[in-house]
C-alpha cells in the first residue's frame, strides 16, 4: 500500500508499507529514500489507515509485533524512532499523543493520491540531435510558459520562506540512530546520537551523575547537538514530556528529575 504526506517543512513523503520505505522529495535537491525497521513501519502504516483516529498502545503493539510479545518501552523506542526520522521529534505534531490513550497521525499532513501524482518531478534534460527540430512556439504559447514558470518560482519562494523557521529547529532526517539504554531502578534513560561515539559520550555522562536515593520513574530518551541536550520523556501518567537546555548551564540530575516531574 502507497501513502503519502508531507513533513512539516512541506517536503512530500511517499510510504510504502510493503517495502519498509519512505522517499522523500524535498523542495531542492535529490529525493532521499530510507528503510524502517519493521516496527516503525508497521506502526506507520497502521496510523495512516485512518489518520486522524486513536490508535491505542494495546492495539499497536498487537499490529507491529503481532510475531511476539514485547514490552511497553519498545513501543516508546519505536514511536521515538518514528519520529526523528520523519522531523518530529520536538513538536510531536505529525505522530501526535493522545494521554493515557495513545496516538494518531494528523490528518492535516496526509496527501491525497491525486495532490501526489501532480506534484512536480524533477525530469532529465533532453539532448537534441541534428535530425530533431522542435516546431517553433507560437507568441501566445510562450507567453502562457513564461506565466506558469513565474508562478511555479513564486510559489518555490514561499514554501522556501514558510520551511526556513522550521529547519532552524532539531529536525534533520536520519536513516539511522544509535541508542544505548541505562537503567537506574525504574528510571530507564535511552542516550540517542548518530555514532557510537556520541552515544558512549552520553553513557558516561549519565553514568558520572550522583542519583538521589528517592526512587525517580519514567522513560527518557536523551539526545545531544553541540553544546545542548534534548531530552524527551514518558512520565508515569503516560504524559510525555520535551525540552531542550544548555548543557554547560544546567545541572543534568535536575532536568532529569524535572523532565519525568519527580
Known sequence: MIYNFRLKNSDLVE?????????????QGAPEE????????????????????ICSREAILEFAWDDRVVSAGSLNQSIFMLRNILGDGKDHEIVITVPRRGYRFNSDQVVGHSEA??????????TSTPSAIAPAASPDSRQGIGTAVRCGYLAAAVLAGLSIWRLIAWYEPISELHIAVIQQGELSISAVGKSEHDVN????????LNFPTENIKGQVFISRKGSRMNMSCIRTTGRTYNFEFQHQDKQLIDMLKKCVGA
Open 117 to 126: 501524482a501532480s506534484a512536480p518531478v524533477a525530469e532529465p534534460l533532453e
Open 15 to 27: 510510504f510504502n508499507s510493503e517495502h519498509c520505505k519512505i522517499t522523500i522529495s524535498k523542495n
Open 34 to 53: 530510507l528503510t524502517l525497521a519493521r516496527a516503525e513501519s508497521r506502526i506507520l502504516e497502521l496510523l495512516l489507515m485512518e489518520p486522524g483516529a
Open 201 to 208: 559520550k552520553l553513557k558516561t555522562d549519565v553514568a558520572n
